[in-house]
Nanobody, 125 residues
Framework: QVQLVESEGGVVQTGESLRLSCVAS????????MGWFRQAPGKEREFVAG????????SYGDSVKGRFTISKDNAKSTVYLLMNSLAPEDTAVYYC??????????????????WGQGTQVTVSS
């Protein structure tokens, strides 16, 4: 049984930084490409960032490019999302997701096999 457990989010001020982590268990972590998604109230879940199995490729949503960084530590079975220059529009529940994939990064929700429970990030102005 694969489980993904995200770290606690929190409340931060505009312009501050926050790092989320997500620990996986139940399967060899290097089998997975990983992704972060988010869902704000009243909006659809959207792709934030993704990383390939061996971290050779990354991809970011347009709204976070240049501000967020995804990284993956296979030895620790953990994926991170470093969020800089946070803004109120980044307020959402953030989800990590795992995709069993030989290569590449996917931005599509339907291609991810496992999901974390989500963690709330609130950015106050």
């Amino acid at each position: 049984q694969v489980q993904l457990v995200e770290s606690e989010g929190g409340v931060v001020q505009t312009g501050e930084s926050l790092r989320l982590s997500c620990v996986a268990s139940g399967r060899t972590f290097s089998d997975f490409a990983m992704g972060w998604f988010r869902q704000a109230p009243g909006k659809e879940r959207e792709f934030v960032a993704g990383i390939s199995r061996r971290s050779r490729n990354t991809s970011y949503g347009d709204s976070v490019k240049g501000r967020f960084t995804i990284s993956k530590d296979n030895a620790k079975s953990t994926v991170y999302l470093l969020m800089n220059s946070l803004a109120p529009e980044d307020t959402a529940v953030y989800y990590c997701a795992a995709r069993i994939a030989a290569w590449g990064v996917s931005t599509m929700i339907s291609e991810y096999n496992y999901w974390g429970q989500g963690t709330q990030v609130t950015v106050s102005s």
